[in-house]
């Protein structure tokens, strides 16, 4: 009788198994912006330059508003955001440029959350800037769990918008009209979208895909094409020309050309990356891909004064102190957008205060894979979606190696900085309450003593010393 009841539980548990419904997990898209400000879209108050794009994508999904960067540049924050890990404990912690062409590479034991995806069973890919690893070595992208990859993989080389090569996989593409570095039609970024939007051509229901587009506007150099965008912002805006490392047979790799109509042209190239948004968005619809997808856009660090760029003229930092290469909530606040339609409620906004190393465990969660030990971030997924119980941080870290070094802390509205923190690691600490003073204006650190000696404390131990890129002893 035992027996029978068993065998008859197991049927039916067989059964229910078989009749269950198959978990759909999301296509996801991630899209990051090079150098945009948190002020530098229209949901953020952005009045001189239109984003319609990223403005519906917010109407239409979940904007939050106190999202963070890895860090404030280029290299360590991506590689934040693809380890799962703060700027304290991440491989990549700084701009490290090597020889001939690339940066400093993630070493073969890092876990991304492209080889996370890919073992999860998705389709990955990227296309865009790289700047973790130079092709062929261990840090190479196609090493880092991305079936494909088709852009930039040296940011130094991605300084120039009209490069004389491009690299899919491992193969370099020769861009012939622009040798020597000469100004032509071959503008790299819409090269790279084209391939992105033909990526999406070849996407079909059956697998799953991850795809990160790493975009290089707005970055230095100011450079747009002469098309009707830069046309439509010429003679909008009072002008100061910028005389910088031009186009022609002894131009540098890592220089900024010349630009008579800066305000304009930083304009056209947000106005630029808005459009590539809106491209991406119509060709899921076009596919039937659009309901079960997840696109995120973001930004990888604060606005750049670089080649022209002036943020203090389009308030790039929206009213926050700081720009690119500070801790200050204007180097590592950026916007932060999420659209999945009907799953993500349309016009909504959330508190939750997060980093980019909790996209890894978010993307991880929805995939259905296992997050790896040893990282720092936690799945928001319960605010994504408006479901299930939300954890939260008991604080957040980030460091910078360059300027003498710098550390942030933010617990709850307390937001503590520190500079000079590689030759003076016991140095004075500045403190901010957020929620009074969003702009970090006044240091009430001579107030609070003991808050300033906890949030030290936090600084030291979320701090692994890196052979690779020293910062401080302790």
Same mark, same amino acid.
């Given at each position: @009788?035992?027996?029978?009841?068993?065998?008859?539980?197991?049927?039916?548990?067989?059964?229910?198994?078989?009749?269950?419904?198959?978990? #759909?997990?999301?296509? #996801?898209?991630?899209?990051?912006?090079?150098?945009?400000?948190?002020?530098?879209?229209?949901?953020?108050?952005?009045?001189?330059?239109?984003?319609?794009?990223?403005?519906? $994508?917010?109407?239409?999904? #979940?904007?939050?508003?106190?999202? +963070?960067?890895?860090?404030?540049?280029?290299?360590?924050?991506?590689?934040?955001? @693809?380890?799962?890990?703060?700027?304290?404990?991440?491989?990549?912690?700084?701009?490290?440029?090597?020889?001939?062409?690339?940066?400093?590479?993630?070493?073969?034991?890092?876990?991304? $959350?492209?080889?996370?995806?890919?073992?999860?069973? +998705?389709?990955?890919?990227?296309?865009?800037?790289?700047?973790?690893?130079?092709?062929g070595s261990e840090g190479d992208p196609t090493k880092q769990g991305f079936d494909q990859f088709y852009g930039y993989n040296c940011q130094a080389l991605a300084h120039r918008y009209y490069p004389d090569h491009l690299w899919d996989n491992d193969k370099k593409v020769v861009l012939a009209n622009n040798k020597n570095l000469t100004q032509t039609?071959?503008?790299?970024?819409?090269?790279?979208?084209?391939?992105?939007?033909?990526?999406?051509?070849?996407?079909?229901?059956?697998?799953?895909?991850?795809?990160?587009?790493?975009?290089?506007?707005?970055?230095?150099?100011?450079?747009?094409?002469?098309?009707?965008?830069?046309?439509?912002?010429?003679?909008?805006?009072?002008?100061?020309?910028?005389?910088?490392?031009?186009? =022609?047979?002894?131009?540098?790799? =890592?220089?900024?050309?010349?630009?008579?109509?800066?305000?304009?042209? +930083?304009?056209? @190239?947000?106005?630029?990356?808005?459009?590539?948004?809106?491209?991406?968005?119509?060709?899921?619809?076009?596919?039937?891909?659009?309901?079960?997808?997840?696109?995120?856009?973001?930004?990888?660090?604060?606005?750049?004064?670089?080649?022209?760029?002036?943020?203090?003229?389009?308030?790039?930092?929206?009213?926050?102190?700081?720009?690119?290469?500070?801790?200050?909530?204007?180097?590592?606040?950026?916007?932060?957008?999420?659209?999945?339609?009907?799953?993500?409620?349309?016009?909504?906004?959330?508190?939750?205060?997060?980093?980019?190393?909790?996209?890894?465990?978010?993307?991880?969660?929805?995939? =259905?894979?296992?997050?790896?030990?040893?990282?720092?971030?936690?799945?928001?997924?319960?605010?994504?979606?408006?479901?299930?119980?939300?954890?939260?941080?008991?604080?957040?870290?980030?460091?910078?190696?360059?300027?003498? =070094?710098?550390?942030?802390?933010?617990?709850?509205?307390?937001?503590?900085?520190?500079?000079?923190?590689?030759?003076?690691?016991?140095?004075?600490?500045?403190?901010?309450?957020?929620?009074?003073?969003?702009?970090?204006?006044?240091?009430?650190?001579?107030? +609070?003593?003991?808050?300033?000696?906890?949030?030290?404390?936090? $600084?030291?131990?979320?701090?692994?010393?890196?052979?690779?890129?020293?910062?401080?002893?302790?």
């Amino acid at each position: @009788m035992t027996r029978t009841i068993v065998c008859l539980l197991l049927f039916i548990s067989c059964r229910i198994q078989a009749q269950a419904p198959k978990a #759909i997990r999301p296509n #996801i898209i991630f899209i990051l912006a090079d150098d945009l400000g948190f002020g530098d879209v229209g949901i953020n108050g952005q009045n001189l330059i239109k984003t319609p794009t990223l403005d519906r $994508m917010a109407a239409e999904g #979940i904007q939050f508003r106190q999202f +963070y960067a890895g860090t404030s540049v280029c290299a360590p924050s991506r590689s934040s955001l @693809m380890t799962g890990q703060h700027t304290g404990h991440t491989y990549i912690r700084g701009n490290k440029e090597v020889q001939p062409e690339g940066q400093q590479p993630l070493a073969d034991s890092v876990v991304t $959350m492209a080889e996370l995806l890919k073992k999860a069973g +998705y389709a990955t890919a990227a296309f865009g800037k790289w700047g973790l690893g130079p092709v062929g070595s261990e840090g190479d992208p196609t090493k880092q769990g991305f079936d494909q990859f088709y852009g930039y993989n040296c940011q130094a080389l991605a300084h120039r918008y009209y490069p004389d090569h491009l690299w899919d996989n491992d193969k370099k593409v020769v861009l012939a009209n622009n040798k020597n570095l000469t100004q032509t039609n071959e503008f790299a970024p819409d090269i790279i979208q084209k391939k992105a939007l033909k990526y999406l051509d070849t996407r079909k229901s059956q697998q799953p895909f991850f795809l990160f587009l790493p975009y290089t506007l707005p970055h230095a150099e100011l450079v747009p094409p002469t098309d009707s965008l830069f046309a439509y912002y010429k003679g909008k805006f009072a002008e100061t020309p910028y005389t910088g490392a031009n186009y =022609g047979p002894n131009a540098k790799t =890592g220089g900024y050309a010349s630009q008579t109509h800066p305000h304009a042209a +930083y304009a056209a @190239m947000v106005a630029r990356l808005d459009r590539y948004v809106g491209q991406i968005l119509a060709k899921l619809k076009a596919k039937g891909l659009d309901k079960n997808t997840l696109v995120i856009f973001s930004s990888d660090n604060g606005p750049h004064k670089e080649g022209g760029g002036d943020p203090v003229f389009f308030n790039s930092s929206g009213g926050f102190r700081g720009v690119k290469r500070d801790l200050y909530e204007g180097g590592i606040r950026e916007p932060f957008i999420a659209r999945w339609p009907g799953v993500i409620k349309s016009a909504t906004q959330s508190d939750f205060v997060g980093a980019f190393w909790d996209l890894l465990p978010t993307f991880a969660e929805l995939a =259905g894979a296992k997050t790896p030990a040893k990282i720092d971030g936690i799945s928001f997924v319960p605010s994504l979606i408006g479901k299930g119980q939300q954890k939260t941080h008991d604080y957040l870290y980030w460091e910078f190696h360059e300027g003498g =070094g710098k550390q942030a802390v933010r617990q709850g509205n307390w937001k503590a900085v520190r500079l000079q923190a590689s030759s003076d690691p016991n140095g004075p600490i500045e403190l901010y309450d957020l929620s009074k003073d969003p702009a970090e204006t006044h240091d009430i650190a001579a107030k +609070y003593p003991d808050k300033v000696r906890y949030l030290s404390k936090l $600084m030291a131990q979320s701090h692994t010393e890196s052979a690779l890129f020293p910062f401080a002893k302790r």
